[in-house]
């Protein structure tokens, strides 16, 4: 699958969750502010979707999202408001790439989650002024430069167990990973190298 390259795991952030939850007066505004993050997070999980194939996300499993099946999927069902407003989607994602894409993977998932952003900023900001709210806007361009922070991780899967507990040892992890077993399985540290990355 991957025509001779490595594999990468690419992880993504999309909040900050906690700046939502703290500026939040209402449950309504704390409703929109996990949906926002939720909504970015899944434009950065169809990003890579369409770039690679659903299969290539570890982490979440969004498949049996509504949103997933309706959008990405283009499941023919109808759905209701409420059913496609449910948008479970945690803002951490885990993905394996080839490692020769992996940056420029990771750049346009993230400036694809930019332009969202924008788009949906700029929506607001025309339906404010739309309904005559024609005040100073400086603050409002303040905060929405602030957020969302995204970011990424790319971590290249290194080729033998020797290399991984290098790089594992480098990262503070004092267990060491198939001991006496050889190099042939760096498969077996999976779970060591999620939590690295």
Same mark, same amino acid.
């Given at each position: 699958r991957a025509n001779g390259d490595? $594999?990468?795991?690419? #992880?993504?952030? +999309?909040? $900050? +969750?906690q700046g939502f939850i703290a500026d939040a007066r209402r449950t309504h505004d704390l409703w929109t502010g996990s949906f926002t993050v939720a909504w970015l997070t899944f434009e950065a999980l169809r990003t890579l979707a369409v770039t690679l194939g659903p299969e290539s996300v570890v982490q979440p499993h969004f #498949?049996? @999202? +509504?949103? @997933?099946?309706?959008l990405l999927f283009r499941e023919p069902r109808e759905y209701t408001p409420g059913e496609v407003l449910r948008l479970p989607i945690p803002n951490r994602i885990l993905a394996i790439v080839p490692a020769r894409r992996a940056q420029e993977i990771a750049e346009d998932t993230l400036g694809n989650v930019g332009r969202?952003?924008?788009?949906?900023?700029? #929506? +607001?900001?025309?339906?404010?002024?739309a309904h005559g709210h024609e005040s100073d806007f400086v603050q409002w361009r303040e905060q929405v430069a602030q957020h969302p922070e995204i970011d990424a991780v790319v971590q290249p899967w290194p080729a033998t167990l020797t290399e991984i507990n290098v790089l594992l040892q480098g990262a503070g992890d004092s267990v060491r990973i198939g001991a006496g077993q050889g190099d042939e399985r760096p498969g077996i540290a999976y779970g060591r190298m999620f939590n690295l990355t």
């Open positions: 490595s $594999p990468c795991l690419l #992880a993504l952030h +999309v909040g $900050p +969750v #498949a049996g @999202a +509504v949103i @997933a099946r309706k969202t952003w924008e788009c949906m900023s700029d #929506a +607001v900001l025309k339906h404010f002024r």
